[in-house]
């Protein structure tokens, strides 16, 4: 019916009559909280060590990441997805797969300390290796993608022992999902769920990321194996066939600026979707509210609720402590 009979404003009048009607629901439970597990002791002897770039994140120690566990369990949030920082680093990346490294360590801690809070970890090699791309070198100083795959599916099964409850492999090599299930599967692992980095693009928004993980690459790029962000079919395409080789989830990153290509790849897939909110996302919002331009809550309340609304099952942000209490405000 047209005006005045269709008033579309009747809806909205009240607080109320919008919770009513709203499509789109942005819970705690949604969330996770990626935190940043140094193996030794950082140099100033502090427990956290604060990221510049990341006002509010910092590198922590085992017992500084196992109270931020017990802080996201006791807010809610679904888990906690690790990134280690090594004491040293490789051409292979060796202490990625280590059994006694920052993530294998902090994962059996945490699992220990909280209860019910999912504990996921970061597969890739970038943050071990000296050069810091996410894969082994040829002798032409490109990653060979298979040699990379092995030591992949190493540290996975790496992880799954030390009780990592799911494994997120983020390097974009081809077919380390189906590798990763099949030595999951042989090593006693098979019900180890996959969360795949599928769609994964070279995004200027990851600067403030390597600073925390210190894996800036030494020499070139990782356009070689990260998506183009121009490109929108290929990336269903990478989730399609993540989900063939056994992957659980799959995963958009970033989030912001590909809220289509979450919508493309969750109608596609049919499959629990993640959305990573990158760290170039979450110091964007920190430096306009810190400089009075926006309203920090009302900002980043919007933004998660944005990317439910584009078909994110799970949204993975640095944001998650601060969101889940003003969520919990509103109840």
């Known amino acids: 019916m047209a005006f005045p009979n269709t008033r579309m404003r009747r809806l909205r009048a009240t607080a109320p009559l919008r919770g009513l009607v709203r499509e789109t629901e942005l819970r705690a439970s949604q969330l996770v909280l990626p935190l940043f597990v140094a193996e030794t002791q950082p140099p100033s002897g502090r427990d956290r060590e604060p990221i510049e770039s990341m006002p509010g994140v910092a590198r922590l120690s085992l017992s500084a990441a196992v109270a931020e566990a017990q802080d996201a369990a006791a807010l809610g949030l679904a888990g906690v997805m690790l990134f280690g920082i090594p004491a040293e680093k490789d051409e292979q990346g060796s202490g990625a797969w280590d059994d006694e490294g920052a993530v294998q360590l ?26 810091g791309h996410c894969g082994v070198l040829r002798s032409d100083n490109t990653v060979d993608n298979d040699a990379s795959v092995e030591l992949l599916a190493r540290t996975a099964v790496s992880h799954a022992r030390a009780g990592a409850d799911l494994v997120a492999p983020s390097d974009m090599m081809d077919g380390r999902v189906g590798a990763i299930r099949e030595e999951l599967d042989g090593e006693g692992f098979a019900e180890t769920p996959i969360l795949a980095y599928s769609a994964k693009f070279a995004s200027a928004f990851y600067g403030p990321f390597r600073d925390a993980a210190d894996s800036t690459p030494a020499f070139g790029d990782r356009r070689g194996y990260q998506m183009d962000p121009a490109n929108g079919r290929e990336a269903v395409r990478e989730a399609l066939l993540d989900v063939q080789e056994g992957a659980d989830m799959v995963m958009v990153k970033p989030a912001l600026a590909y809220g289509d290509l979450i919508r493309a790849v969750a109608e596609a897939t049919k499959m629990p979707v993640a959305a990573y909110n990158v760290s170039g996302e979450y110091a964007m919002v920190k430096a306009a509210a810190a400089a009075g331009y926006v309203d920090e809550r009302a900002t980043v309340l919007e933004i998660l609720t944005s990317l439910r609304r584009a078909g994110a099952d799970t949204i993975i942000t640095y944001h998650a402590k601060d969101a889940a209490r003003w969520l919990a405000e509103q109840t």
């Open 106 to 131: 902090a994962v059996r801690a945490i699992k220990q300390a909280v209860g019910g809070l999912l504990v996921m970890t970061d597969v890739c090699l970038c943050e071990y290796t000296s050069h």
